[in-house]
């Protein structure tokens, strides 16, 4: 205890203190061991070291190993008894197996004998969750992974096994790791090979049984488990190294890129492109607020002038008008622009967050280059022909645009001008820019690899630290321009020998002498905080303050500081001070100059030995030394094996600070449209299936004698702003008529890529929406494809894959009202309108169960979670029956029609009608005027927020309870307080609203806060609807949709681009329908839309 160490430190007593403070070792094994059973252990066998030698050697037991001379039983005797505790024999022989199981366990050379065999043979095995069932498709990224049968472990290349822990942390698959069963029985069969007695009689055979039985314990049931959770670790931590080396390669190919340098005209050859003053002007699309951005930039990187054109990229109508106007004005002054400045490039950031608008905007600038090249030929740069305009990839210059160190750099200018000028300065200086973001820390925020979220912060950091001390160092930094211009600084940090506190210092230093600048390597050494100090001898201050770098960090970082125009030419090279002897000696060999005399030979005269050394027409005699020989020399004179230092040297003779970097070069089609899109392989190639808005029916051409040309197609637009195009024959595997006969303008579809249809110069995609391109099967076959070639994929669906309904239990007062029915689908369950909002009953909102319907064979029943205590049930006619018989009647009926539509089957009625609404019904939800509670409890809330705030009206969204399957529209419209109420439906269309459909539920809000009292002709019936009863189809459906019966020519739908009807026709102020609390705006704010 504590007195009794403190007693005993006390007495000085210091190691009874220690052993008192020990903590006590209360395992089964050191309670056997006190006991003296390990007595025993040489009869029980061999020992484990034995053991261990035995099973490395591969040499089986011991045929003169001596039996013992009596039974386990009479051994174990002689510990029986009330001062061991051992009651029985056979408790002593169970104490005993346990002690050797224990040591066999812990023997370093069994273990690392059994290690090598886990790492060998064990075995991956995964299968996709319902979860992951139904996001994992042959093209997700983690495909590969989803359904492994026996991988072995050591067949894991690369971050394979990263992925896996991936998908298995998102909850998209199972994971287990182990030895298989008939692995773990031949590595027992070896052990026992190894550690029992080889001989056959009945004691032998006694003392084996328990040998087996320790084997069992030791490696069966704890080694092999422990082993493979050690090896399951080593191959995370195994993977976690690939997906560092995958993150630096994708960072290398950021930051190890070659400036963009301009083609040189044949008259301006002799300057050569790396010597031509580059001047790029960087464009940065905006949407209006904030405008789209011009940035001039100097050859340095330093902004010389920005322009703002918010008309430029767009499309402006054909018929002209102001939109034309603006745009052409737009056009001018950037024409007016560009020619006051002069730039040699210009180049448009691309992201998927511009899309298509990057395009326009490059269209634009591409236009305003030809005008010049026609009329202005004299603004064109002396040294190129044209002014070449190109994309660049945007996720570097977006992020530098937000970082700390261009915030503080552009204070009085805004982000898009910020924006502009990273993009242009990443042009030119790829690594400059990305230690920029390095030294913030921002840099971690990008995204190199899809699993790069198993890496720590200090791992993402160290990509960066190894990749830009790499290619700086590579590259080398003008000591000079850093000093000058700030945003070149951070490239000194990552200078070998240096870092931010000695970057800092010596651009400080320098920067307080005069002129701000050092002419040679050696004035390097010389720098005190008062500037370049010529006196070496003085004795102000310590050594740091004299010098920030001092003579050990000076010779590490010496080759990579560059002084460009410097007195000396090696100076502005690779070749370190060290080696400035051995150069000067190559060079007069070269030239057959007298080394003696060029040693002591003034700056000047040995720089123009240097340039003369570098001039093309004498590379063949510098080509011709023999530095093997040199080198063989200098080696005898105790100087070390230095061949590969003098060949370094002569080509850096050659090209001074030659590029090493890949040169810069243009995006490719697919390049190109992933960046403009935000689209891969995974997420869009051929048999991927996508939804898509639908935007236009196009029908088909008509010849001047009135007949077809073609059949028509479907205009649809994916999220990610690529077109879509669905051919007329490609709608159904039916025979359609025509094209608003299957799909509507805002209708949400699936389909699926065909083979060849990435159309990557048209923008677009071509789909098919036939059931059977949407099937399961279809699906299979595209799967097959992709992974065939994949060793231990498995295509055959194992149990637990999709989700499986608990069973119900049936009781005996329960009237099912329905008759069950032999339908395969994950949605369907024979259960009652009672059961299905049961099972609904803890689910999210939106959910749907497909059951048998009441009203007989030919009709199904839909029920759909519509809040959390309302349920909307719905009728699904079935078509004709597949047979004749009853049998026949009872299966699924073609074809499907729900709410006035025909579909196939009950996919694609779930795609095309169930999802898109269900969609709908959640952003009502999400919307953030919805609220909670019946009428009278929306209308007491309104009118506390306009008590709180009288100068606003305020309004709502809610659920009816009123009437099932609608939304209630709540609004405050007259300072009389009184509450209005209308009704809107949510349908796959989008929102159905006074006889009109709006795509989103902002764009019917917009329309009610303009039009806040409906039209005559668009009034809701006088009487309300009645309620629905259970089980049937919504009665709102008939009576309340007045639309429903009237003709929809009288209020067209709104579409895509253009307000709704009565949107320009005299709104009221903003303030009569909005607030802080009414969802409008304050007062005093700018009126608008």
């Keep these: 205890s504590e007195r009794e160490a403190a007693a005993a430190a006390a007495r000085g007593d210091a190691k009874a203190a220690e052993r008192t403070l020990r903590p006590l070792n209360r395992t089964q094994y050191a309670h056997h061991i006190k006991k003296g059973l390990r007595d025993l252990l040489p009869l029980y066998g061999a ?303 691309a992201s998927a967050a511009a899309g298509n608008n990057a395009r326009l905007l490059k269209e634009a600038v591409a236009m305003v280059v030809g005008r010049i090249v026609e009329d202005h030929a004299r603004a064109i740069p002396e040294e190129v022909d044209t002014i070449k305009v190109h994309f660049v990839d945007d996720v570097v210059p977006a992020l530098a645009g937000q970082c700390a160190a261009l915030r503080s750099e552009f204070v009085e200018h805004s982000h898009s001008v910020r924006h502009a000028v990273a993009l242009g300065r990443y042009v030119r200086d790829p690594p400059g820019v990305i230690a920029q973001l390095a030294s913030g820390g921002e840099a971690r925020s990008m995204t190199l690899s899809p699993l790069q979220d198993c890496l720590t912060e200090e791992e993402k950091a160290s990509v960066f630290q190894r990749a830009l001390v790499d290619v700086v160092n590579q590259i080398g930094v003008d000591v000079n321009a850093a000093v000058a211009h700030p ?61 920030p770098l001092g003579p050990v960090v000076f010779r590490n970082a010496a080759a990579s500081l560059m002084i460009a125009d410097a007195d000396d030419a090696l100076d502005a090279t690779r070749v370190h001070p060290d080696e400035y002897a051995r150069c000067l000696e190559i060079v007069a060999n070269a030239l057959e100059y007298d080394y003696e005399q060029l040693k002591v030979a003034s700056a000047s005269v040995r720089r123009k030995a240097f340039e003369r050394a570098m001039d093309p027409e004498n590379w063949d005699k510098l080509a011709v030394l023999d530095l093997r020989a040199y080198a063989e020399y200098l080696a005898q004179q105790g100087q070390g094996w230095t061949l590969q230092t003098l060949r370094e040297t002569r080509v850096e003779l050659r090209a001074p600070y030659g590029e090493l970097r890949e040169p810069w070069r243009e995006h490719t089609p697919w390049e190109e449209f992933t960046l403009l899109t935000g689209e891969t392989a995974h997420t869009l190639c051929p048999g991927k299936i996508v939804h898509a808005t639908v935007k236009r029916l196009v029908p088909p051409r008509r010849d001047l004698d009135g007949s077809e040309i073609g059949t028509g197609h479907v205009v649809v637009a994916l999220d990610s702003g690529v077109t879509g195009i669905v051919a007329k024959e490609d709608l159904s595997d039916r025979v359609v008529e025509r094209l608003e006969h299957k799909v509507g303008v805002g209708q949400v579809i699936a389909g699926r890529v065909k083979p060849n249809g990435l159309d990557l110069e048209a923008n677009a995609v071509h789909l098919s929406c036939k059931g059977s391109a949407l099937s399961a099967e279809e699906s299979a076959r595209w799967e097959l494809q992709a992974w065939q070639h994949k060793r231990y994929y498995s295509f055959t669906p194992l149990d637990g894959e999709k989700p499986k309904p608990k069973p119900r239990k049936k009781k005996q007062n329960e009237n099912r009202g329905f008759i069950a029915r032999n339908i395969d689908h994950p949605l369907f369950q024979n259960v009652s309108f009672q059961g299905a909002q049961k099972f609904l009953l803890g689910k999210d909102i939106g959910e749907v169960v497909l059951r048998p319907s009441s009203k007989g064979v030919a009709m199904l029943s839909m029920t759909l979670k519509f809040s959390n205590d309302s349920y909307v049930h719905y009728d699904i006619k079935e078509g004709a029956k597949p047979g004749v018989g009853h049998t026949a009647n009872l299966a699924l009926g073609s074809p499907l029609t729900l709410e006035g539509a025909e579909y196939e089957d009950l996919d694609e009625v ?104 409906p039209a005559p002709q668009a009034a809701r019936p006088a009487a309300a609807p009645p309620q629905a009863p259970m089980g049937a189809a919504p009665a709102y459906a008939a009576q309340y949709d007045a639309y429903a019966q009237a003709p929809m020519g009288t209020y067209p739908p709104a579409q895509y681009g253009q307000p709704p009807p009565g949107y320009y026709g005299g709104a009221p102020p903003v303030q009569a329908y909005g607030g802080y609390y009414g969802g409008g705006k304050p007062p005093g704010a700018p009126r608008g839309p």
Aim: net charge neutral.
């Design 47 to 349: 020992s484990p070291e034995s053991l261990a030698e035995r099973l490395v050697s591969y040499r089986g037991g011991e045929e003169e190993s001596a039996v013992p001379d009596m039974s386990p039983e009479e051994a174990a005797s002689v510990y029986v008894g009330p001062e061991t505790g051992y009651e029985t024999a056979e408790h002593v022989l169970k104490a005993l197996t346990h002690v050797a199981a224990a040591e066999i366990s812990a023997e370093p050379g069994v273990r690392a004998w059994l290690r090598g065999v886990v790492r060998r043979k064990a075995c991956v095995w995964t299968q996709p969750t319902p979860a992951g069932t139904e996001a994992i498709d042959p093209f997700h990224p983690l495909a590969g992974v989803k359904r492994l049968q026996e991988k072995p472990v050591c067949d894991f290349d690369g971050s394979e096994f990263a992925a896996t822990l991936k998908a298995h942390r998102e909850g998209l698959i199972k994971l287990r790791i182990a030895l298989p069963d008939r692995v773990v029985d031949e590595i027992v069969a070896d052990a026992e090979a190894a550690y029992l007695l080889e001989q056959s009689t009945p004691l032998a055979d006694a003392w084996n049984a328990l040998r087996r039985e320790a084997i069992k314990r030791g490696i069966r049931q704890h080694l092999v488990k422990a082993l493979t959770r050690e090896a399951a670790i080593a191959m995370e931590r195994e993977a976690r190294v690939h997906v560092r080396r995958e993150c630096g390669e994708a960072l290398w190919r950021r930051v190890a890129v070659a400036p963009w340098r301009p083609e040189v005209r044949e008259d301006h050859a002799d300057v050569g492109d790396a010597s031509v003053d580059v001047r790029v002007l960087a464009a940065v699309w905006g949407p209006g607020d904030p405008p789209s951005t011009f940035a001039m930039l100097d050859a340095d990187g330093e902004l010389v002038d920005f322009l703002q054109c918010p008309n430029i990229a767009t499309r402006a109508p054909k018929s002209g008008g102001a939109a034309v106007a603006r745009q052409q004005a737009d056009l001018d002054r950037l024409l007016k622009f560009m020619i006051e400045h002069r730039p040699h490039m210009v180049c448009v950031a």
């Design 487 to 547: 945003w070149r600084q951070f490239g000194l940090r990552y200078v070998c020998g240096l870092g931010p506190r000695k970057a800092g210092a010596l651009v400080a230093a320098i920067r307080a002498g005069d002129g701000g600048a050092v002419e040679s390597r050696a004035e390097l050494l010389r720098v005190d905080s008062h500037g370049v100090n010529g006196d070496d001898d003085d004795d102000d201050g310590g050594a740091a303050s004299r010098n």
């Design 910 to 1013: 779930y795609a095309r009608h169930i999802e898109p609404m269900v969609k709908h019904i959640r952003a009502a939800h999400a919307h953030r005027k919805f609220r909670l509670g019946d009428k009278r409890e929306v209308d007491l809330r309104l009118k506390a927020e306009m008590n709180r705030a009288p100068n606003t009206r305020p309004y709502a969204i809610s659920v009816s309870k009123e009437h099932e399957g609608v939304f209630c529209l709540s609004a405050i419209l007259s300072k009389t307080g009184n509450v209005h109420h209308e009704y809107f439906a949510c349908k796959p269309e989008g929102f159905r609203f006074r006889r009109m459909e709006f795509p989103t539920v902002e764009r019917m809000l917009s329309y009610f806060k303009v039009n806040p009292k």
